[in-house]
């Protein structure tokens, strides 16, 4: 009992995002995060490291998927290097 044969048609013919879609999806995500992060300023510090940290990641991968020039992988030093200041701030 195979599957659907409309259903493989459909999935041939759906393409991976490229960097530039990755980006815009990902500015939004920031965005609200952000939010979320001003949200939390009164209810504890965890909260607030947590939301600030993944607002600052999901920018830094925007600002990957934007930039055409270089290799998106290229990036990921300076996530380690924020990540790895944040550990010790802790």
Do not use: N
């Not at 920031?30 to 992060?37: A, D, H, P, S």
């Not at 600030?52 to 020039?69: H, K, N, Q, T």
């Amino acid at each position: 009992m195979g599957a659907h044969p409309d259903l493989d048609e459909s999935r041939r013919q759906i393409a991976s995002a490229d960097a530039v879609s990755m980006g815009w999806y990902l500015l939004p995500c920031g965005v609200f995060t952000l939010l979320v992060f001003v949200v939390t300023r009164k209810v504890s510090k965890g909260l607030q490291v947590v939301f600030f940290s993944l607002a600052i990641l999901f920018f830094l991968l925007a600002a990957g998927g934007f930039d055409r020039e270089h290799d998106p992988h290229t990036h990921w030093w300076l996530c380690r290097y924020i990540l790895q200041r944040f550990r010790d701030l802790l």
